[in-house]
């Protein structure tokens, strides 16, 4: 009997960030798009992809991939659903235009815009509140022992699920180390980190369907040195050009199923 880890898709997500202007970013939606029709593996299920562009261009992307299974969402979130909060655009409103993910905690949030540890766990928790799936980014910000980086990134995983309604979360370990980089973190220490990750959120009930994927300098190549070690990556710059988004998903499609 094949086990519940190998019988999840392989999941692909790709964050914008603010790199492209509005044309640009509605270019890339649409030539992803008419990736996404033509592959077997995304419309099948084997592999779940999932797009975050910026605000702006979240009603381009929910018409680009209309009718395909890909998953399109956020790249932050209100804690409140609704209220004098100037800027900032909540989970409730997320998910009535059809968005479907959202990131919270990413290094880059943490660190240039303050988002605590509490606030992230508030975050997510308006996220499964309003019917999202957050996609939980975790990660050390130094370089630390394979061992301190568990440590880290399990007390991040507990403060952030502590007070949030059961629901399944996408948990991308994103050493900030790797971020921006030239080279991913070495794929052993992945390995051990995203395995301790798996076996801590099955400590959690209400979880089931939570996948743990591995971001910071992905592309080409990495998805098919991790194998089933990783349930899949989260794509930054890497995947700007949609012809290398294209070869991850050529790697995840030929990963290994048992």
Known sequence: MLSALVSRPVVIGVSL???????????WLARVADIA?????ILNGTVELFVIPGYLQIPAALDAFAGTPVRVGAQDVAVEDRGPYTGEVSAAELAEIGATVVEVGHAER???????DL?????????????????LCVGETTRVSTAVAVAIVERQLR????????????????????????????????????DALRARLSEFPGRGGSTVVYGGSAGPGLMTELGNRVDGLFL???AHDPAALEQVLDEAALRPRS
């Open 17 to 27: 960030k603010m790199y492209f202007g509005h044309a640009q970013g509605r270019q």
């Open 37 to 41: 029709r033509g592959r077997s593996e």
């Open 110 to 116: 943490r660190r240039l815009f303050g988002d605590t």
């Open 159 to 194: 403060s952030a699920l502590a007070t949030a309604a059961a629901g399944a979360v996408i948990v991308a370990y994103e050493p900030a180390t790797a971020i921006g980089a030239t080279m991913p973190a070495d794929t052993s220490h992945i390995a051990v980190v995203v």
């Open 236 to 238: 930054g710059r890497l």
């Open 119 to 135: 606030i992230v766990a508030a975050k997510l928790a308006a996220a499964i509140r309003d019917g999202l799936t957050p996609v």
